[in-house]
């Protein structure tokens, strides 16, 4: 703006005010702050929103009396924002009016409409800013309209004048022209030629203020008006904001190049943080769903080792499956080794029952074909599919991709994991590498769940194998001695009725099963002589025979699995008073199971032929039984064995 004023001759100052009056911007430096609120031309131009030409003043920045020019900014939607004022320097106009070429004591004068000199010929410091309404050729010139008027002057000289308002907008007349020929030259003279030269430059004078204002408007005015909106919108964020101006090589098509190169700049940083920001975003997203996925194998790490259970475990990998994979539906078919074929085990999203009645035979439908090829089958669009096997499936389900993942355990394929999407689905690499990883957690839950599930059945097998060789052996002790035949068996089912008259927990039952089974097998190690004797045994031999439950101990103590079941034979033979063998224990020292077995055995052996004698009557056990409770044995027993004896039935 300061360049501009310096070009042309006519402007005193350049500025823009804001909408509240306050000037923001002035080619003249300001010395403090200035508010033109009050002027007409911009509160004129502010309601307008249009050109407007102001009153004759003195301008608060260059102390000159000048008339202003007001022309709104307004922004794209047609609201005023501020306005750019140009001040016109009335010092101009009196050079114009001194240059034109007159008749001496002629006079040019510019008004304003409320009759205020701004500018005369001569003596311009005696008039300019003098305001005289009343005076007749004032009246005259200000009433508006061409014309020609015979009146005193000002200075009460009698001239003839021409005059000529200036129209400053629509239907608005802001200045007004006048020039004065003395009557007395023009007497003289006389001549047509004389008045029409007056006329002409009256005419003259107004067409170069109308050139200045045009001049104005379209040469200042307009390019200010487009940089200021220019920047506005550049200020609000628009970047994509051009001056539209010519770059040439004026003052304006210099401003307006720097300023659309700095548009351009500013444009191309701002491309460049938004590009930076959407990378930062992505880090941050691929950091927060590596979390995820950590979180998710964990998950499923922590269902693999707290539960046995493979169907458990699969129904946490497929949450896990549709969680972060965005899965519409899955699934893990396992193999069937017998069979060769692919069965349903778990799945997830699937609205019918379809999916489960499948069995693939390896290398039929995509699934089969991941067992076959050990690797990721994709189907990107399973209608045009043309190995398409469960056609009836993908209808139902409305499917349009599959991935199928081969879960491979130790080299062996145990099944696949079955992702489909009921829409075009394009997996990025980051996706298809944790659905393997996933598909390896699954193999990995599959496979521990085969190895307990085999751990299981070989300790069952075993447990069996254990209990028939035991029942093999007591079978064959029996038979060592032929008169007790049964013997055992009898003793063990008794045993047991009667732990559990004692409350005895099951699995202290089967140990205690196990001991009763075996409570002689210490026998292996004394004489069929004395074993078998008819006759009662000497001291010596009493020797021998009380040493059967030791040797049980011995046999059975280096098998881990028959340890708790050794209570009864190395202890069936002590006595709740203290006098039985081979530790002679007494009372609660005695263990339970041994307490129990005692009763059962001796009533047993008594009720039984021995070699050494015959078989008792029950009434005469019954009371041998009842006469040793507190002696041979422990009476709480004794007490519920007579029970059981007595009313078998409450068994
Ligand atoms: P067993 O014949 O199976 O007897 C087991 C237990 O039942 C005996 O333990 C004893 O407490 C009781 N019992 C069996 N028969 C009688 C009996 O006639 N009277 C009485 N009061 N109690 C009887 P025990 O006494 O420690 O004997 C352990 C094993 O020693 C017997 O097993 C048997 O094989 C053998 N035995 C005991 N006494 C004789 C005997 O007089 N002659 C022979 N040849 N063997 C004997
Ligand atoms: C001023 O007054 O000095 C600034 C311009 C104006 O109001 O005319
Ligand atoms: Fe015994
Ligand atoms: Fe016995």
């Not at 047609?78 to 007159?102: E, M, R, S």
């Not at 896990?320 to 017998?338: G, I, K, R, S, T």
């Not at 010596?540 to 040493?547: A, F, L, S, Y």
């Amino acid at each position: 703006m300061a360049a501009r004023i310096r070009e042309t001759t006519y402007y005193a100052n350049i500025g823009v005010a804001d909408l509240n009056g306050n000037l923001v911007c002035s080619a003249v430096p300001l010395s403090g702050r200035v508010n033109v609120a009050d002027r007409s031309y911009f509160w004129r131009a502010v309601t307008t929103a249009d050109f407007a030409v102001g009153e004759y003043l003195v301008d608060r920045v260059t102390g000159k009396g000048a008339i202003n020019f007001g022309y709104p900014v307004l922004d794209a939607q047609g609201h005023v924002t501020g306005v750019v004022y140009a001040a016109l320097d009335l010092a101009w106009l009196n050079d114009f009016a001194a240059n034109a070429d007159l008749p001496p004591g002629s006079t040019i004068t510019v008004l304003d409409r409320k009759g205020t000199i701004l500018a005369r010929f001569p003596d311009p410091d005696r008039w300019v800013g003098k305001t005289e309404p009343e005076a007749p050729i004032v009246a005259a010139i200000v009433k508006g309209g061409e014309g020609t008027a015979d009146a005193p002057g000002l200075d009460a000289v009698p001239r003839l004048f021409g005059f000529v308002p200036l129209r400053t907008g629509p239907g608005e007349t802001a200045l007004f022209l006048s020039v004065g020929i003395p009557r007395a030259a023009a007497l003289v003279e006389a001549t047509h030629h004389l008045i029409r030269n007056a006329l002409l430059v009256t005419l003259f004078g107004a067409l170069a203020l109308l050139a200045a204002w045009a001049g104005g408007s379209h040469f200042l005015f307009d390019p200010v008006n487009r940089l200021i909106m220019a920047a506005e919108r550049l200020g609000r964020g628009e970047l994509t904001v051009r001056s539209g101006l010519p770059h040439d090589a004026g003052e304006f098509g210099r401003l307006a190049s720097t300023f659309d190169r700095m548009a351009t700049a500013l444009e191309g940083r701002e491309a460049q943080l938004e590009q930076a920001r959407e990378a930062e975003r992505q880090e941050r997203e691929h950091a927060e769903r590596r979390l995820r996925h950590t979180q998710a194998l964990h998950a499923i790490d922590q269902a693999i080792t707290g539960s046995l259970d493979l169907r458990l475990t699969l129904a946490v990998v497929l949450d896990q499956v549709v969680a972060e994979l965005h899965a519409d539906a899955a699934d893990v078919l396992l193999v069937d080794p017998h069979s060769q074929e692919l069965y349903y085990s778990a799945g997830r999203g699937f609205r019918g029952n379809t999916i489960m009645a499948y069995r693939l035979r390896f290398g039929e439908g995509d699934a089969g074909r991941a067992v076959l090829d050990r690797r990721t089958v994709t189907v990107a669009d399973l209608t045009k599919a043309a190995d398409f096997v469960r056609r009836h499936l993908v209808e139902e389900e409305g499917f349009v991709t599959a991935f199928v993942t081969p879960l491979i355990a130790k080299g062996q394929v145990a099944g696949v994991l079955e992702i489909f999407q009921r829409r075009p689905f394009q997996p990025t690499a980051e996706w298809l590498e944790f659905l393997e990883t996933l598909g390896g957690q699954a193999a990995v839950a599959i496979d521990n769940a085969a190895l307990f599930q085999g751990l299981q059945r070989a300790n069952l097998d075993l447990t069996l194998a254990y209990d028939t060789t035991l029942e093999g052996w007591s079978k064959a002790l029996d038979l060592r001695d032929k008169e007790t035949e049964g013997h055992t068996q009898r003793v063990t089912e008794l045993t047991v009725r009667l732990a559990r008259g004692v409350g005895l927990r099951e699995e202290e039952i089967v140990h205690l099963r196990r001991g009763a089974l075996l409570h002689d097998i210490g026998m292996m190690g004394i004489s069929e002589s004395i074993l078998l004797k008819p006759g009662p045994l000497t001291d010596e031999e009493w020797g021998i025979m009380k040493k059967h439950p030791v040797y049980a101990f011995e046999l059975l103590a280096p098998v881990a699995h028959l340890r708790p079941a050794l209570d009864i034979p190395y202890s069936h033979h002590e006595k709740w008073d203290g006098t039985g063998y081979p530790r002679g224990l007494r009372g609660n020292q005695i263990p339970l199971a041994a307490r129990v077995f005692a009763v059962a055995d001796v009533w047993d052996a008594l009720r039984s032929d021995r070699p050494y004698r015959a078989a008792w009557p029950q009434e005469r056990a019954l009371d041998y039984i009842r006469e040793q409770a507190g002696r041979h044995f422990d009476p709480a027993i004794v007490e519920v064995f007579l029970r059981l004896v007595e009313h078998p039935a409450q068994d």
